[in-house]
Nanobody, 121 residues
C-alpha cells in the first residue's frame, strides 16, 4: 500500500557531502515517524537518524554534528544531509517509516529499497 522511494546516493570523496531524499507514496492517513538506517558490508544495520511527527529528532553518536535529518510537516518527504563524509560512512542507506492508513487503524512499518553511499579515500 505504501512505497518509500529513495534517491541521492552515489560516490563522493572523503570530506564531501551528499543529500538523501525519501518520499512516501500510496494510501497514507498520517506518518508517525521517519528514519534513515544504514548497513555497511559485514556489519549490522543501524539507526542513523530519525524524525517524529512532533518535530523531534535523534541521531547515532557517530554522525552528530555532521548529518541533519529534516522533513515536511506531514513527513511525506524526508531528507538526510550528510557533511564531512568519511570512509566509515560507506553503506547502503535505507529510509523507513511508520504509517497509519486510517484514523483508527494500527500503524505499519515500511522500508525503502536502499541507496548506496560510497565514500572514497
Amino acid at each position: 500500500q505504501v512505497q518509500l522511494v529513495e534517491s541521492g546516493g552515489g560516490l563522493v570523496q572523503a570530506g564531501g557531502s551528499l543529500r538523501l531524499s525519501c518520499t512516501a507514496r500510496g494510501s497514507i492517513f498520517s506518518v508517525n515517524g521517519m528514519a534513515w538506517y544504514r548497513q555497511a558490508p559485514g556489519k549490522q544495520r543501524e539507526l542513523v537518524a530519525a524524525i517524529f511527527s512532533d518535530g523531534s529528532t535523534r541521531y547515532v553518536d557517530s554522525v552528530k554534528g555532521r548529518f541533519t535529518i529534516s522533513g515536511d510537516n506531514a513527513l511525506r518527504s524526508v531528507y538526510l544531509r550528510m557533511n564531512s563524509l568519511g570512509s566509515e560512512d560507506t553503506a547502503v542507506y535505507y529510509c523507513a517509516g511508520t504509517v497509519r492508513h486510517s484514523d483508527h487503524g494500527p500503524p505499519s512499518d515500511y522500508w525503502g529499497q536502499g541507496t548506496q553511499v560510497t565514500v572514497s579515500s
